[in-house]
């Protein structure tokens, strides 16, 4: 944050005309030796060349806050083919809004040439849908056009290679420093115009802990319906944004706040509101994901979707269980006709349909250890994701699967020969129950249930 103190009312009287504040190398702590070289070797050579070159967006932002950026944005007065002849390694993308991608191996600097307000096109209203989404976005403009059309204010500032300076036309330093979350412009037009907007507000907020000022809390509940409009596909890459990110806890809690995860997963929140004990297994599985994320270990879209869609599906699959099918049918039917439901709105791709369902119907399989099958199980490509999805119900809703997790959790560590005994015991303590037993019926075992842990349950399949 800046050292020296400039005036907020100043600041605020500059904004309201428009004129940018810039904060000298003196009043911020944004430092080359925070920019990947990446980022750095982009901003000179466009400087050198004799155009204009700021980082912006979140790298800025998060520089300021004393965090490391995730990636880095570069806006100019170039245009995408002038960048394109500059940098070899770079690649045009975008057809809406062309945008110069400078790839430094794995890691990619993107560049953008400073937008107009879309409301200056040719023609407005062919700009926009006729509830009032932007449609076409593609025109150049000046640096102070696009500080302006940003989302937030905190994502406008700019900094200068030129100079070191930070310029903010938006009031975004002060936003920074009271850690609020304000939309450029008016939130309900804003938001209208990009509901996807409403998700980055969400994303920022638990990211940041920032809290979305009262005219952006007011957007969401009167728009938040339009996100709805919002390709489905788009939707899925904002859902990864928003739970893959290391906030996925805060995130859930959020969205449950704001009234969005209605919007992204409605059989989920019409669910949540009778299975209050789902909302455990989705904090704990969101816990779990920020954890391995803070680990740097992989985490995968499938164990996402399974957590999130788990209620619907187990209940669904429990009313199959009492029309006679097997718990892993019933999961197996539950499951394709959830996924259904919920991709309409948004659009789950097929490489991941196959790991989901098979996570799911992976609990009764668990449950299933007669003769090799235990074996079979565990040489599954799945198995881990599997195993670690029937924990996470043990210890959120579902204490009565102690027994068998504790058994999974000993069959993979020992050796072959004790594997062998291990299902030897179940074996016989099978038959000790059959003998007693008297004749029932099967009933809705994947679910409450793929959890009578006793040794193996005679609706095993
Ligand atoms: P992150 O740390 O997640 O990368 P970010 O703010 O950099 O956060 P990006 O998606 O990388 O987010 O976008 C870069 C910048 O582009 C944003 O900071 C914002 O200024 C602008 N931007 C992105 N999406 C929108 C949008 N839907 N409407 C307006 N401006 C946007
Ligand atoms: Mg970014």
Redesign the pocket.
């Known amino acids: 944050m800046p050292g020296k103190k400039i005036e907020l009312d100043n600041a605020a009287a500059k904004i309201a005309a428009s004129e940018p504040v810039i904060y000298g190398r003196a009043d911020h702590n944004v430092s080359r030796e925070n920019i990947a070289e990446s980022a750095l070797k982009v901003l000179y050579r466009l400087h050198k060349a004799g155009y204009q070159a700021f980082l ?4 800025v ?2 520089l300021i806050l004393g965090q490391h ?3 880095y ?1 570069v806006a100019t007065d170039a245009t995408p083919e002038q960048v394109n002849t500059l940098f070899k390694n770079c690649r045009l993308i975008g057809r809406r809004f062309r945008l110069a991608h400078i790839h430094f191996g794995r890691e990619i600097v ?1 560049v ?1 040439t400073f937008r107009g307000h879309h409301d200056q096109a040719e023609n407005e209203s062919e700009g926009l849908t006729r509830d009032g989404m932007i449609v076409r976005d593609n025109v150049f403009g000046t640096l102070a056009e696009d500080a302006w ?4 204010s905190v ?2 500032l700019y900094y200068n290679i030129a100079d070191f300076t930070v310029v903010d036309y938006t009031g975004g330093m002060a936003d920074l420093k009271d850690k609020n979350l304000r939309t ?1 412009g008016d939130a309900e037009v ?1 938001c209208q ?2 509901p ?2 409403m998700l ?1 507000a969400i ?2 907020a638990a ?1 940041l802990g920032f809290k979305p000022d009262a005219d952006l809390v007011q957007a969401i509940a009167t728009q938040g319906h339009r996100i709805e409009a919002v390709p489905p596909s788009r939707l899925f890459d904002e859902i990864l ?1 928003l739970f893959m ?1 290391g906030h996925a806890r805060s995130t859930f809690e959020l969205l449950k706040k704001y009234n969005l995860l209605l919007q992204l997963f409605p059989a989920t929140e019409k669910h949540l509101q009778t299975h209050a004990q789902m909302n455990d297994l989705i904090t704990l599985a969101c816990q779990n994901t920020d954890q391995r994320i803070a680990d740097g270990k992989p985490v995968t879209p499938a164990f996402l979707f399974a957590f999130m869609l788990w209620g619907p599906t187990s209940t669904r699959a429990m009313e199959f269980e009492s029309n006679n099918m097997s718990p892993i049918q019933a999961l197996q039917e539950a499951g394709r006709a959830v996924l259904n439901q919920e991709s309409g709105q948004i659009s789950i791709p097929k490489r991941f349909r196959l790991p989901i369902r098979e996570i799911w119907t992976s609990q009764a399989r668990l449950n299933n250890r007669r003769g090799r099958r235990p074996y079979a199980m565990l040489g599954q490509a799945r198995f881990r994701a599997a195993y670690d999805f029937l924990l996470l119900r043990c210890q959120s809703y579902a204490p009565e699967l102690q027994s068998l997790c504790e058994w999974w959790t000993e069959f993979q560590e020992v050796s072959d020969t004790q594997k062998k005994i291990m299902c030897q015991e179940l074996q016989r303590a099978r038959q000790g129950q059959k003998s007693r037993r008297p004749k029932k019926k099967k009933s809705n075992q994947a679910t409450a249930a793929a959890t009578d842990i006793t040794p193996d349950t005679p609706s095993d399949h």
Not at 56 to 59: D, L, P
């Open positions: 912006v967006g979140g790298a932002r998060d950026p995730k990636d944005d993107e953008a059309r940003r989302d937030f994502n406008a450029i804003r115009e990009d996807v907007r980055r994303r920022f990211k944004k990110s």
